[in-house]
Each structure stands twice: as structure tokens, then as C-alpha cells.
Antibody
Framework: EVQLVEFGGGLVQPGGSLRLSCAVS????????MSWVRQAPGKGLECVSV???????FYADSVKGRFTISRDNSKNTLYFQMNGLRVDDSAIYYC????????????WGQGTQVTVSS | SYELTQPPSVSVSPGQTASIACSGD??????VSWYQQKTGQSPALIIY???RRPSEIPERFSGSNSGNTATLTISGTQALDEADYYC?????????FGGGTKLTVL
């Protein structure tokens, strides 16, 4: 059974840092592209980062230079290092699995809440 | 940057057909996916590659994509279909989501 479990969210002050983790089971993070998608309160979905095979990465302009996506194949875990956090980074962050031939994200985690506030 | 536009809300009566549009420049040249998000839950994939359904998704959900518009159609809409629906496409290596449509079944 495919499962994605995020953790590491919490309350942080503006300018602070957090590292999100997404532990997966039922497949290998190395075999799929993976992404982080966030959803601010009452708002829509925003894909903020993708990591592809060969570790090519993509970042939305809103997080470029501040956030870093990575994965540890030995731990089968996806990470998201978030530095220089801003109030408008507050959101639920979802870890998702990309399905190559489908051009879509076929499994989503339950999400972890990130709140940036003084 | 590439944008996908959806109507903020759509209403439908139980048993009727609901259609949700997603528009973008030359969208018909891209693959479109659709996601359903019920209140308090994570999004779930319901349509991929414009028209295909994951095996667990009911047949009443269908999709199309041509020109500048992709459409999600729900036939025989049920109360449990009330949710937010998002379209998604790729623009080079960027993933783009539409703003979402709230489907109300009343």
C-alpha cells in the first residue's frame, strides 16, 4: 500500500527555518518524481517544488532561493528545507508522488501545517 | 507565467450533470489532470491525461480537453460529490493548478 506521511510542521517566527519530512512506503522515492504542494488557509493549491529523476529540481518563484527540496533514497524520505520563512508561507504542505506517464500526482500525504507568525 | 482559470463555484441538483471548465492558452496541447478535495481532506486524483480515470474513480466522472478549455463532467451528481475541484497542467517543468471550483449539490 502506498503511503506518504509528512511531519516537521509547526509555528515559527518570520525569518525562521523548518525542515519538513515525508516518509513514504509502498514505493521508492528514487523511482518517482516527487513534489511539495501547499495550500494557504481558504486558498487553492500551489506547487512550490518538484524533484525529478537525476535530482533535477524545480522551484516556484515564491520560494526560489529560500527553500530546498531533497530526498534520501536509503531512508525513502523526501525533505523540504525552508529558510527565511515569511508570513505568507503559512499553509498546509502536502507531499505528493508523481506518476510519470500520467503527468499527474496520484498519491498525496495528509499534509503538515506550517504557521509563520510573530 | 502560465495560468489556468476556473469558475469559483458551480451548483447542480442531485442526479443532474455538472460541468466544470478550466481554461488556459492552447490548453488542448497539454495533458490536464483533475483533483477532488473534500472539506478537511487531502486532494485526490480523479482524472489524468485529459480523459483517463484511476481504477477506483467512479465512471460518472469524465474529462475532455480541446482548444483552450478542459472540462470535468460529473454525470448523475451525488451529494457526496460536493467538494472543491482543481485542474492541473504542466508548463515546461512547472506544475500549474487552476484556482479551484467549489461544487455545490443542492
Amino acid at each position: 500500500e502506498v503511503q506518504l506521511v509528512e511531519f516537521g510542521g509547526g509555528l515559527v517566527q518570520p525569518g525562521g527555518s523548518l525542515r519538513l519530512s515525508c516518509a513514504v512506503s509502498g514505493f521508492s522515492v528514487s523511482d518517482n518524481y516527487m513534489s511539495w504542494v501547499r495550500q494557504a488557509p481558504g486558498k487553492g493549491l500551489e506547487c512550490v517544488s518538484v524533484i525529478y529523476s537525476g535530482d533535477t529540481t524545480f522551484y516556484a518563484d515564491s520560494v526560489k532561493g529560500r527553500f530546498t527540496i531533497s530526498r534520501d533514497n536509503s531512508k525513502n524520505t523526501l525533505y523540504f528545507q525552508m529558510n527565511g520563512l515569511r508570513v505568507d508561507d503559512s499553509a498546509i504542505y502536502y507531499c505528493t508522488r508523481g506518476r510519470g506517464g500520467w503527468y499527474s500526482f496520484d498519491h498525496w500525504g495528509q499534509g503538515t501545517q506550517v504557521t509563520v507568525s510573530s | 507565467s502560465y495560468e489556468l482559470t476556473q469558475p469559483p463555484s458551480v451548483s447542480v441538483s442531485p442526479g443532474q450533470t455538472a460541468s466544470i471548465a478550466c481554461s488556459g492558452d492552447k490548453l488542448g496541447n497539454k495533458f490536464v489532470s483533475w483533483y477532488q478535495q473534500k472539506t478537511g481532506q487531502s486532494p485526490a486524483l480523479i482524472i489524468y491525461q485529459d480523459t483517463r480515470r484511476p481504477s477506483e474513480i467512479p465512471e460518472r466522472f469524465s474529462g475532455s480537453n480541446s482548444g483552450n478549455t478542459a472540462t470535468l463532467t460529473i454525470s448523475g451528481t451525488q451529494a457526496l460529490d460536493e467538494a472543491d475541484y482543481y485542474c492541473q497542467a504542466w508548463d515546461n517543468s512547472a506544475v500549474v493548478f487552476g484556482g479551484g471550483t467549489k461544487l455545490t449539490v443542492l
